[in-house]
């Protein structure tokens, strides 16, 4: 290997760790039986951590949630995004370029104003047509998809404009020059054409309503969608929960983006007429494994047979293990601590403990809050209060006490102001 190759594989081999090194690691911590999301130490192979996300329930409403406004964003952004398309494409060059920059816009402005004016321009609606709180103009949901979709149109219409670009108008010409009306020419000739755009714009619809946060967040109000309730989950802690979330959809990734390179590959195969010469394509069976759906198939098989595998592991036995081995650690480090604080410091075996302290409490505190206070102690019992002695018959000394411990030597007279005394 030469200096340059030698350069080229470590800078590859640098690019893809930080690319893919955070997933890769995410991955692993999914399958750590500790309740930090860690790779070292490796504690227990477990598959628990998918079980805690599905028994969250405020994840699973949000998801449930976040699936609805998807869909209804994709109804709505994608028409719109097509039909600023098509008027983008059927204008003059100066007039497109303003209602360009128009359409635009949204996508530039920060989620944040979107999502506060989405709430304020909504609520002036309501109070203009004298709709109470419980309309829709307040629900969270209905806000968040007309937020969402304001912006999220926008890359849609960059998806039409992109198509639109290798479209020849011709042929639309062609078709109202024969008898056509305009709908039949959208339906027969255009709406053909744009057909993968509209895909990959409903796609990435989703996927755009799904991931957003900036607006959804204010849109949202008091519901929850997935990434909302994800956000709060992260900031009130984190476990590895949030690892096998990520493991599921890394997986449905890697199905749709298979069977979408075997889609790609067999329309290119298709095209060019290979497949005829193909062996591949030949036979029965492999024709069928290398559709897309065939592809789709398996690894949907492929992807059942391991979770059927991984819930029949049981990780209990490990688990207990694991926890027997850091409490014994726990004891010895314990021990250890005792053996090394000095004599002087530690309580005394019975009976003459200082004031204030517990015995033989190991607290770098000294004992000051008492040794109830210790992990798994059960407070002590309070001592029980000594018999007061008997008051010695006051002596004819000029009203002063002996013996008496007030810090005034009895000079008001003994025993008269001690409580419930009689005067």
Same mark, same amino acid.
């Given at each position: 290997m030469t200096g340059d190759g030698a350069f080229a594989a470590g800078f590859s081999l640098l690019f893809f760790a930080f690319l893919f090194g955070p997933l890769i690691i995410m991955v692993i911590t999914a399958f750590n039986s500790s309740a930090f999301p860690r790779v070292t130490p490796w504690e227990c192979f477990t598959t628990d951590w998918f079980g805690v996300l599905i028994d969250n329930q405020r994840l699973m409403a949000g998801?449930?949630?976040?699936?609805?406004?998807?869909?209804?964003?994709?109804?709505?952004a994608v028409p719109v995004g097509l039909a600023g398309a098509l008027a983008l494409s059927e204008i003059g060059p100066r007039l497109r370029s303003a209602l360009y920059a128009v359409l635009i816009t949204p996508i530039l402005i920060p989620g944040v104003v979107l999502g506060i004016s989405t709430i304020v321009f909504w609520g002036g609606v309501a109070r203009g047509l004298g709709v109470g709180y419980g309309s829709g103009f307040y629900n969270g949901i209905f806000l968040t998809l007309l937020g969402q979709a304001t912006f999220i149109s926008a890359y849609a219409m960059l998806i039409f404009m992109a198509r639109l670009q290798r479209f020849d108008p011709t042929l639309t010409e062609a078709a109202l020059d024969l008898g056509a009306t305009p709908g039949q020419a959208f339906r027969r000739i255009m709406l053909p054409f744009l057909?993968?755009?509209?895909?990959?714009?409903?796609f990435l619809t989703l996927l755009a309503s799904f991931e957003n946060y900036n607006t959804t967040v204010f849109t949202i109000l008091s519901d929850n969608t997935f990434t909302t309730a994800l956000a709060s989950k992260v900031r009130h802690g984190?476990?590895?929960?949030?690892s096998a979330l990520a493991v599921i959809i890394i997986g449905?990734?890697?199905?749709?983006a298979m069977v979408h390179e075997a889609h790609v590959r067999r329309q290119e195969l298709l095209r060019t007429g290979r497949p005829r010469a193909s062996r591949l394509y030949a036979n029965p069976v492999a024709r069928v494994l290398t559709h897309p759906a065939g592809v789709g198939a398996v690894l949907v098989l492929l992807a059942a047979g391991l979770i059927w595998q991984g819930s029949r592991h049981d990780s209990t036995a490990c688990i207990a293990q694991i926890e027997a081995d850091k409490r014994a650690l726990q004891e010895q480090l314990r021990q250890e601590q005792r053996r090394a604080t000095p004599p002087a410091l530690q309580a005394p075996a019975g009976g003459g @403990?200082?004031?204030g $302290?517990?015995?033989g409490? %190991?607290? #770098?505190?000294g004992g000051a809050f008492g040794g109830g206070l210790r992990p798994g102690d059960s407070? @002590?019992?309070?001592? $029980?209060?000594?018999?007061? %002695?008997? #008051?010695a018959p006051k002596e004819n000394d000029g009203g002063a006490a002996p013996g008496n411990p007030s810090p005034f030597g009895g000079a008001f007279g003994g025993d008269a102001l001690r409580p419930g005394a009689r005067p």
């Open positions: 998801l449930v949630t976040s699936i609805g406004i998807g869909i209804g964003v994709v109804a709505l057909k993968p755009a509209i895909a990959s714009a409903a984190t476990d590895p929960s949030l449905l990734t890697l199905i749709g @403990a200082a004031p $302290a517990a015995s409490n %190991p607290s #770098p505190f407070p @002590a019992p309070a001592p $029980a209060p000594a018999p007061a %002695p008997a #008051p």
